[in-house]
């Protein structure tokens, strides 16, 4: 049983994996919070009032319990889980547990992304029913705890219960206190083209707030924190950390207070959102993934791999190895027509590649960023056989074939913003702020998510199309829906979510045989909300192979390597300018969902064939990569080497793969010590030398990398 009550102590236990997690409903009837960590037996622990009433302090007793539901008006002074203004304006709000239930399985989020069950037996559900008397509202706070992994879901439903219509001013998805403040702090931070550096900071007095108000996770901030303790690394050490299921604005705090507690939170944006809930209607916050490792870093990446892997990502696509993809935007840019697209496709398939995917550029009368998005209608100019007819082409060389859209833009230079000028995002009076020269779509009013829904369907019936790759290019302006009364304005952002989420959900569930990739000036949407309709996401515009060792080796910490998209260009580099060996760039692009990216006529024949030599390996490798364990083995933020390692569930497959940036003089060799492996297997290399597993772990395998910008792949294999 995942789940369990203790009547006496009035204590609800949530076990799986090697994670507990306790709540404790006291007299008054509030839900508080016991624990979250090591793996406890059920009746482990008991609410002891002492914790907090033994000192005499100015702070009311209410201001440090450890609630589980924090609400504001009566002597708690955080950040509210839930914030409600009343009918009268005032911001009171007391909620007392009702009743609560424990059910088997994990019920879907009506309308919003979520990790999710196929047997009822891999989790259980705990919902609480709170209710605010005074104002009517009834909260129902709902946890799943997943069995084998011991990751605890949390969302709320807020319901008017009452007569008089309510304004959310907060809603925190999970908020989860700590007894100790002597803990680390580490998070996702970065920017276009270098997404998703690893942070690591000491908590200190006072809040560390990570955010986005740019109605997209964005490139700046994603939607995780953990805590760790001093000393915690990647192999050993206690993390507790929280992933939002959400692609919007969203806000995630941790608060010191004067106590030495600490509080970890989780939700939505107050900055740009608010909901106001009338008589009868309810509101649902976004899921929160709380995972608790004890064995580091690697520990907590791999139950988050593993969850996101197989129960966020759905549809054919999800336990399926993804094609060796070619992808002409560095190849060409803008500059194509059919017969350029056709040797590249036609090179491609020579080489092994198994997608062509044709990016911007095909539709209106875009020949640059500067119009016709919204105008999905093949430019029979530069595709004079329109997109069936390449696309037959394509195929006739063995490909499949994917396309580039932008649904959510409108430029300002095209047929649809001539007929629907509205159709923006935009304040009447004011001017609408462009960015790449393009406007967002009002994706809250339902004629516009019509309107994108039979525009791509349209596209996407009209030819043989196997892949879609979803753009989305720039933040939101102006983000205050014209078709929105005054006090509903601050209910776009999300309003936008839930619209793009309807779309996506239509499209993705119309189409289920395509294969759908995320993306946003590459990784300015890289987050768990995409991932529930698209298994996979191109993670940076920054193809640089030296640039990619952090960004893959930081989105690790959260995504599988089956989420991103990892593609070998052209050198010098077009973000860097720097130049790598087609080696090194392969061995890093073979750590994802392989591709190029390039024009691959320009190549050489040494280049093609070592270019075809890169996708068989790919082929072989690509079962592992997607499905083995994946372990940190050496940082590229911490020096000039990088090491990862995939091992399969069986642990009888190893792939190590190993990097080096500048090369260091008078250096020793690397010694690595490997992860998961059998202790008591024999390993063999592809030179046939055998190495003892045990050995692998404690001492290491050698490697010496000789060159900067240099790499080392190696298989080994149990005996
Ligand atoms: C941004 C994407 O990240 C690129 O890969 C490319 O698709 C361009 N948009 C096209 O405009």
């Known amino acids: 049983m995942s789940i369990e009550f203790n009547a006496s102590a009035c204590t609800w236990t949530l076990s799986g994996g090697s994670t507990s997690y306790v709540l404790h409903r006291d007299k008054q009837d509030r839900l508080l919070h016991l624990y979250w960590g090591k793996r406890l037996a059920a009746d482990a622990l008991r609410w002891d009032p002492r914790d907090y009433s033994s000192f005499a302090s100015f702070d009311l007793p209410v201001s440090i319990l450890p609630h589980e ?14 914030g409600i203004r009343g009918a009268d304006g005032s911001e009171v709000t007391d909620l007392q547990v009702i009743s609560s239930e424990i059910s088997a399985g994990k019920p879907p989020l009506p309308g919003l992304p979520a990790t999710y069950t196929e047997k009822s037996s891999e989790a259980q559900t705990l919902s609480f029913l709170l209710c605010d008397k005074a104002t009517g509202l009834m909260v129902t706070a709902q946890y799943s705890v997943f069995e084998s992994s011991g990751a605890i879901t949390r969302s709320l439903i807020l319901k008017n219960g009452g007569t008089s219509a309510l304004t959310v001013t907060s809603l925190m ?35 560390l707030r990570i955010s986005s108000a740019r109605g997209a996770s964005g490139h700046e901030s994603n939607p995780f924190l953990a805590l760790c303790e001093h000393n915690t690394d990647e192999h050993s050490g206690c993390v507790w950390s929280v992933s939002f299921v959400y692609s919007g604005s969203f806000e995630i705090l941790c608060r010191a207070d004067n106590f030495g507690h600490l509080r970890l939170s989780a939700g939505m944006n107050p900055d740009v959102f608010s909901w106001r809930l009338e008589p009868g209607e309810t509101l649902v916050s976004p899921e929160a993934v709380l995972v608790f490792s004890g064995s580091g870093f690697n520990g907590m990446s791999q139950l988050y791999h593993a969850l ?29 027509d059919e017969q350029r697209l056709l040797s590249i496709a036609e090179n491609a398939a020579e080489i092994g590649v198994e997608l062509f995917v044709l990016d911007d550029g095909w539709f209106g009368k875009r020949n640059s960023d500067n119009c016709s998005l919204g105008d999905w209608t093949v430019n029979l100019s530069k ?41 923006c995002l935009h304040v009447d009076g004011r001017p609408r702020t462009e960015a790449r020269q393009q406007l ?14 039979s525009a791509i369907s349209a596209v996407l019936s009209s030819a043989r199309i196997d892949y879609v790759k979803w753009d989305m290019n720039r933040n939101m302006t102006e983000a205050y829906s014209v078709s929105l009364p005054p006090e509903r304005k601050k209910e776009t952002q999300h309003r936008y979510m839930l619209g793009l989420y309807h779309i996506l959900e239509t499209i993705t569930s119309a189409y289920p045989d395509l294969l759908f990739e995320s993306c946003s000036g590459g990784g300015g949407r890289f987050d768990p909300g995409m991932l529930f309709y698209m298994p996979q996401t191109w993670t940076s ?29 052209a050198v010098p580099n077009h973000q860097t300018g720097r130049i790598t060996s087609l080696k090194m760039r392969g061995d890093v692009a073979l ?6 990216e390039l024009d691959l006529s320009k190549l050489s024949v040494n280049e093609l064939a070592e270019a075809k030599e890169i996708v068989a390996r790919v082929k072989h490798l690509r079962n592992l990569t997607r499905t083995g364990t994946f372990h940190r083995l050496l940082s590229p933020f911490e ?18 793969c190993v990097y080096q940036a500048l090369s260091i003089p008078n250096c020793a060799p690397l010694r690595i010590r490997l992860c998961g492996l059998l202790p008591d297997a024999w390993y063999e290399a592809a030179d046939g030398s055998r190495f003892n597993g045990a050995a692998l772990m404690q001492q290491g395998f050698t490697v010496f990398l000789r060159g900067d910008f240099s790499s080392e792949v190696f298989l080994l294999q149990a005996l």
């Open 591 to 596: 750590a994802g969902n392989f591709g190029f």
């Open 440 to 453: 967002i779509l009002d994706l809250t009013r339902p004629e516009v998510q019509e309107y994108v829904i």
């Open 383 to 423: 595709l004079p056989a329109g997109l069936s007819g390449l696309s037959a082409k394509i195929h006739d060389m063995g490909l499949l074939f994917g396309l580039w859209f932008e649904p959510e833009m409108i430029s300002p230079d095209s047929d649809l913003y001539r007929s629907h000028p509205d159709w």
């Open 69 to 82: 539901l924090p609400v504001c008006g009566s002597g708690w002074y955080g950040t509210p889980a839930v």
């Open 541 to 569: 515009d920054d193809t640089d192979a030296v640039e990619r060792l952090k960004l893959q080796y930081g989105t690790s910490l959260v995504y599988p390597a089956s989420a991103m998209g990892a593609h070998v260009s």
């Open 639 to 656: 020096g000039q080497h990088t090491a990862w390692s995939f091992v399969s569930p069986d642990r009888k497959t190893v792939l190590l």
């Open 308 to 336: 996101y892997r197989e129960r966020l990502a759905r549809g054919c696509w999800r336990d399926r190895s993804r094609p060796v993809l070619i992808n002409n935007w560095e190849g060409t840019y803008f500059d194509f």
């Open 173 to 207: 998805s999970a908020s989860v206190p700590f007894w100790r403040n002597d803990l680390d702090a580490v998070h996702l931070h970065g920017a276009w083209a270098r997404e998703r550096n690893i942070v690591r900071t000491p908590v200190a007095p006072g809040e």
